[in-house]
């Protein structure tokens, strides 16, 4: 089994830039289409079918739980007209029965409601959260040079969490509070017509009136998930670069530009704060004009002898049981419209499409020999901005190419097409023989390894790291790869051994002691395609001499890139691309090239009269030599 991607490491010289400066991180938010209602449904619908049955069951129980909390202000009429008004105590003990009785179920089914559809809720989110996770780790490169990781972070952790509402206490409190209406709407109905149709006149108004509110406050929630995820980017990307944050005095600065990202946060808050507040007012004044409809109504109504006390106090109780859902609307509605907002930008991610879904992607590589070619291939990162203008070459099983030239040229840029990162533009890469762009890049980056530059590590184990291109890798395999990319020489002396923490990014090592794990990982990963970009960078030249015989070991019988390699391997290599504005302007081997005197011929000459001082790679030191001979 090959090594998987162990992070891009693509220089920005030869990509897009990634916009993390001050005037990039001050725009925080892009305008973003007003979310449809109507087009939501059908995502909520996909999002609770597979608990229809659950809910099904808890609207019955739902049901009886509404109906049981309505038989306290039933009971209050003849408690009144028959206890109170006639003496006839005999029916006390069967109100008081029934209102415990009453009591006990609502109370048992609020219990029951409550562990069914919160732990669902609960559940849901983390299943949405799985697959949310699962669905951004398979999309392609070219998404993740988009997005911030922790823009990205965040849509998978916050932006899910309000979906509970559509399934746990949201709905709970919106279905039971629209049953209760209903419920307690048919028997103000059977008290009095005239009362009880006035008042639904007033309260249907005051239905509309909140749709178009919550329709105005649905795209303020939206924007605020998407300015929470964007100022967490931003946090993010400071805290993973403290040292470079401190080491130019950056505080202040990131200081400012993060409390810019919160202070458009609290203005979106204080602007839905007050939508809120004013949905609340309104709300209310509705209440106070519908209580004191009733008082006039309902007094005219017991002096003429058309309803009793007990009859109008009942009235009064089903009233406050009607219009109190109503009015608990707005913070119900606020969380629901968070929900859907959440849902919104959720449904939006797992639209984009996965690296393998292309219709075109049907071929699998179950093993390959490694022979890669480039057929006039062009590449753009954005329109109108060519990278590559008509690249071709062939790599052949078992040999060594090298890429050499400037920073930016564009030699990063052929080795993420080489990878499947991107795709070509136009022109076509193939690998023995099949087109790339139809291959199923699971089943090619099975058999990639790649070492690169700026190591990834994870926050684990150095044997989780190793173990990470081939998990299941036996005991001898490990210790094999560890010794021939001499692990084993810094491992085996801390206290810990192999079960030693790395600390997030590798931090606890040396940057020489984090390469060496990376080439160990491609090692055991056992790959027929090897990436090495910069792989000794980080190391002295005592390591260096030390572990290119298990750099030579690793590239034995297999295809291998190298990008600017140190002279020591460039020299060995099979053929020579020296890549210059994104074209190939010579290829050869050393000598061929050496003796051309062309611009490999600069390069290496340059490289070879700093390397004493400086042991640049070829094309790595232009700037600095211009400023020494000119000193």
């Given amino acids: 089994m090959g090594s998987t991607n162990f992070g891009t490491g693509m220089r920005a ?11 990039t991180a001050a725009k925080l938010t892009a305008s973003r289409p007003k979310p449809s209602l109507k087009k939501m449904l059908p995502e909520v619908w996909k999002l609770i079918k597979p608990y229809r049955m659950l809910l099904a069951g808890s609207f019955l129980i739902m049901i009886v739980n509404r109906a049981s909390g309505l038989i306290l202000p039933a009971s209050t009429k003849y408690l009144i007209d028959r206890v109170m008004g006639q003496h006839d105590i005999g029916v006390l003990p069967w109100i008081v029965g029934a209102v415990v009785t009453a009591t006990i179920v609502q109370g048992a089914t609020s219990f029951i409601l409550t562990q069914l559809l919160s732990k669902a809720g609960q559940r849901l989110i983390a299943e949405l959260r799985t697959k949310v996770q699962a669905h951004i780790g398979r999309l392609p490169v070219d998404f993740y040079d988009k997005n911030r990781t922790g823009t990205l972070v965040a849509r998978i952790m916050t932006d899910v969490e309000g979906v509970r509402n559509l399934m746990g206490t949201g709905v709970i409190d919106f279905c039971g509070g629209v049953l209760t209406a209903i419920f307690a709407f048919a028997y103000l109905i059977h008290l009095s017509v005239r009362m009880t149709l006035l ?4 309260l ?49 600065s990131e200081a400012n530009v993060f409390a810019a990202g919160v202070n458009r946060l609290l203005a979106n808050v204080i ?41 109008y106090v009942t009235y009064v109780m089903f009233l406050a049981f009607m219009i109190a859902p109503i009015a608990g609307l707005v913070n119900i509605g606020t969380q629901l419209t968070e929900a859907l907002a959440g849902l919104d930008r959720t449904t939006e991610i797992l639209n984009e499409q996965m690296e393998d879904s292309e219709p075109t992607r049907t071929e699998v590589l179950s093993t390959i020999d490694g022979d890669i070619r480039f057929e006039d291939v062009r590449f753009s990162y954005e329109e109108a901005k060519e990278v590559l203008h008509g690249v071709s070459f062939e790599s052949r099983p078992g040999t060594v190419t090298a890429l050499v030239g400037s920073s930016g040229s564009g030699k990063s840029t052929i080795i993420s097409l080489v990878c499947g990162f991107h795709t070509a533009t136009s022109g076509k890469v193939f690998v023995d023989g099949h087109d790339l762009s139809h291959v199923r890049l699971s089943s090619f980056r099975e058999q990639l390894g790649v070492v690169l530059q700026e190591t990834f590590l994870f926050d684990g184990t150095i044997r989780e790291n190793v173990l990470f291109s081939r998990p299941l890798a036996t005991e001898e395999q490990l210790m094999a790869a560890c010794r021939i990319a001499r692990v084993d020489e810094f491992a085996e002396k801390f206290p810990e051994g192999y079960e030693t923490i790395v600390g997030e990014r590798g931090v606890k090592l040396s940057g020489g002691q984090r390469q060496r794990l990376s080439i160990a990982r491609a090692i055991l990963a056992d790959p027929r395609i090897l990436i090495l970009d910069e792989a000794t960078s980080s190391l002295d030249s005592e390591s260096e001499a030390m572990i290119q ?59 070879h009269g700093l390397e004493a001082n400086l042991f640049l790679a070829p094309g790595e030191g232009d700037s600095v030599l211009e400023t020494a001979t000119k000193a």
């Fill in 13 to 23: 010289a030869d990509g897009p830039s990634r916009g993390t400066g001050r005037a």
């Fill in 199 to 202: 008042t639904f006149v007033i």
């Fill in 204 to 252: 249907v108004i005051f239905g509309v009136i909140l749709q178009k509110a919550f329709s105005t406050i649905r795209p303020i929630f939206r924007e605020r998930a998407v300015i929470n995820a964007e100022v967490t980017g931003r946090l993010t990307e400071s805290l993973g670069g403290v040292r470079v944050v401190k080491g130019y005095h950056a505080e202040a």
């Fill in 271 to 311: 602007s839905s704060i007050t939508a809120q507040s004013f949905m609340s007012l309104a709300s209310t004044g509705v209440l106070g004009f519908v209580g004191a409809l009733i008082m006039w109504l309902g007094a005219h109504q017991v002096v003429a002898g058309r309803l009793t006390t007990g009859g």
């Fill in 549 to 607: 015989a298990g750099l030579q070991h690793l590239m034995q019988g297999r295809t291998t890139f190298v990008i600017a390699h140190r002279l020591s391997t460039i020299r060995r290599a099979d053929q020579i691309l020296v890549v210059e504005g994104g074209l190939i302007v010579e290829r050869g081997t050393h000598d061929e090239l050496y003796a051309a005197k062309g611009r490999y011929y600069d390069l290496y000459t340059r490289q």
